[in-house]
């Protein structure tokens, strides 16, 4: 079991302490602390008054794609499922650099849930919001979501937004197509979703959406949400703004790249493996050496996040709420607009947690959005 963590630990950023039961204000900038309890967002309640959006599905298949045909399936163990965080082992000399069992080529399939509010009108240019682990398969259910939605654009609290769930190539972490997506530091996964998705959403779905890269949000869980910050930080002439649930900041990026031997933990914080085992040099955090990006970040993790000391995972970056407060940490001293929640008595991708949040952190990522008309 993960250990609980103290959210005033002098290692951390400080933090605001909220109320139980309460949320952070939908203008305020900074960490904050959520209480023990976690009940449903009064949107929640609101669904059934409000006009309910139309859902097209579609599926996707790798022998269509450019991007990721083939994809990747993880030899697992019959069981266990998840068998590269158990199979796992480090290279000799240096534990940022995973092994684990084999992987082959082979086929993935996945669904795309595409919510049209009710209120679009046909022919215009929308805002949106895409976000991974979705379809039939997500880890959170995208429907969720998109009873909030309703909710909130009936109310013109938010734009007339389409949402886009797309489903993960399968499997999980190290030696998977999901992990690979995910997983992988660079700008591929965004890439692919310009070129291979959103245009088969407009298709299917008959809609437009807009090109304005301050009208466009990611959004994701665990790997996904690793996923959703990397698609805004490769390519932020595409994404502006960024939501995410327990995101994935640590080292789970496989193959073990030269360029980011840390994966997604040089986000915040400098790798610091060995060089002579890998011919890698180490390699300087992302985001305190960079200039300021036009991203606002909303996250959150729960106080029992994820982590995975040695001998599990001997490298020293597979602590979910480190990596958390970490990013907070540079995201601060970079004058970025971000909310971080930490949330208490909460696990990985918490769903009282969600339910709570969800409204307040989608009300936060689209503050002050001024339609551009592309």
């Known amino acids: 079991m993960s250990p609980r963590r103290d959210p005033h ?21 900074g960490n904050f602390v959520l209480g023990p309890t976690h009940p449903f967002a009064p949107e929640l309640a609101m669904t059934a008054n409000v006009p309910s959006g139309r859902i097209v599905s579609f599926t996707m298949e790798s022998g269509h794609s450019i991007q990721f045909d083939p994809g990747i399936v993880r030899d697992d163990p019959d069981n266990c499922p998840n068998g590269a965080i158990y199979t796992s082992r480090s290279a000799p000399g240096d534990p940022s650099n995973l092994r684990l069992a084999d992987s082959h080529s082979g086929p993935w399939r996945r669904q795309v849930d595409v919510y049209v509010p009710a209120q679009y009108k046909p022919g215009t240019s929308a805002p949106f919001l895409v976000f991974g682990d979705g379809g039939a ?62 245009p088969l959403v407009q298709q299917h779905a008959g809609v437009a959406l807009t090109h ?21 930080w490769f390519h932020p ?9 327990s995101p994935t900041l640590t080292n789970q990026q496989w193959p073990h790249a030269g360029a980011m031997p840390g994966g997604a933990w040089q986000y915040h914080s400098p790798w610091a493996g060995n060089p002579t085992a890998t011919g890698s040099q180490p390699g300087a955090a992302l985001i305190p050496n ?30 979910w709420v480190l990596a958390s407060e970490n990013m907070a940490r540079v995201l601060s001293a970079k004058g970025y607009d971000y909310q971080f929640i930490l949330s208490r008595n909460a696990g990985h991708v918490d769903g009282p947690t969600i339910e709570q949040t969800l409204p307040e952190a989608l009300l936060w990522l689209w503050r002050d959005y001024t339609p551009q008309g592309n």
């Open 212 to 232: 304005d890269p301050d009208g466009r949000a990611t959004m994701g869980v665990s790997s996904s949400g690793g996923a959703a910050f990397g698609m805004a």
């Open 9 to 29: 630990n002098p290692h951390y950023p400080p933090a605001h302490d909220l109320p139980d039961r309460t949320v952070p204000l939908d203008t305020a900038n």
């Open 237 to 245: 002439e595409l994404y502006h703004r960024v939501l995410a649930y």
């Open 137 to 198: 398969d997500g880890i959170y259910p995208g429907r969720d979501l998109f009873a909030v939605l309703d909710v909130l654009i009936a109310s013109h609290r938010l734009p007339t937004l389409i949402a886009i769930g797309i489903g993960s190539g399968g499997q999980d972490a190290q030696g998977s197509e999901r992990g690979r997506e995910y997983d992988t530091v660079s700008g591929t996964y965004a890439e692919w979703v310009e070129r291979e998705v959103l």
């Open 290 to 319: 960079a200039p300021r990006k036009p991203i606002r970040f909303w996250f959150e993790a729960g106080d029992r996040d994820l982590f995975y000391p040695a001998p599990a995972m001997p490298d020293g970056m597979h602590d």
